[in-house]
């Protein structure tokens, strides 16, 4: 048994420290990057319930539920701010994966001081599928959400649709892994691939340099 709040806070105090001595693009990253450990442990909260109270088994809550509530903790602070303070397409990608990385940085370590991390293997798939999984998520979410905005289709149905993509994404790597077999090897190899081929709509929408639309 480990006690995951108190790993978050261990990681978290020198993070926090970090912002009294960077500014930017560095402070915007090492705070997304802590939203991204806490909805982590506030999506292993809201999991676990469901999984007592609904009688679904573990990978039944794992295909079907975590992706889910994982993805729409990690969804909030995105629109918030994106909403609030509209920032151009290169701070909301900043910030979407540094969400995504912290999240799979915290699930990582917890996952490792639970199993262990003996075999090789476990921990390359955990860092190159599992890891590279939470951040290709929060990407094609910045992604959906800029060329929502740029299309001036920025309402309910097209937050909702930018966030059904992230989902799908999750909860696909999730039912290719549940089993042993081919399908597993794919699902292994889909984020890799994934994040390949978002290289090509990044450089297209110019994320680095993109400036909000003007209405």
Do not use: W
Not at 89 to 99: K, S, Y
Not at 104 to 114: D, G, K, R, S
């Amino acid at each position: 048994m480990i006690y995951a709040e108190n790993i978050l806070l261990c990681i978290a105090v020198p993070l926090l420290l970090s912002l009294l001595f960077v500014r930017g693009g560095a402070m915007r990253f090492i705070t997304a990057f802590l939203g991204g450990m806490i909805a982590c442990l506030l999506s292993a909260y809201i999991s676990g319930y469901l999984y007592l109270v609904t009688g679904l088994t573990r990978q039944d809550v794992s295909i079907f539920l975590s992706p889910v509530v994982e993805e729409s903790l990690k969804f909030i602070p995105p629109v918030f701010i994106l909403l609030v303070f509209s920032p151009n397409d290169r701070d909301l990608m900043l910030m979407a994966v540094g969400i995504g990385v912290g999240f799979a940085t915290f699930e990582n370590i917890c996952y490792l001081l639970t199993e262990g991390a003996s075999s090789l293997l476990f921990v390359l798939i955990r860092g190159l599928a599992v890891g590279v999984m939470h951040i290709v998520s929060m990407a094609t979410l910045s992604i959906a959400l800029s060329i929502a905005r740029r299309l001036h289709a920025l309402t309910l149905p097209g937050i909702l649709g930018a966030l059904s993509l992230s989902v799908v994404f999750h909860g696909l790597y999730n039912l290719l892994v549940s089993a042993p077999g081919v399908t597993s090897y794919i699902g292994y190899l889909l984020p890799l691939v994934s994040a390949g081929f978002l290289y090509i709509p990044c450089r297209l929408l110019r994320l680095g340099t993109a400036e909000p639309p003007q209405s």
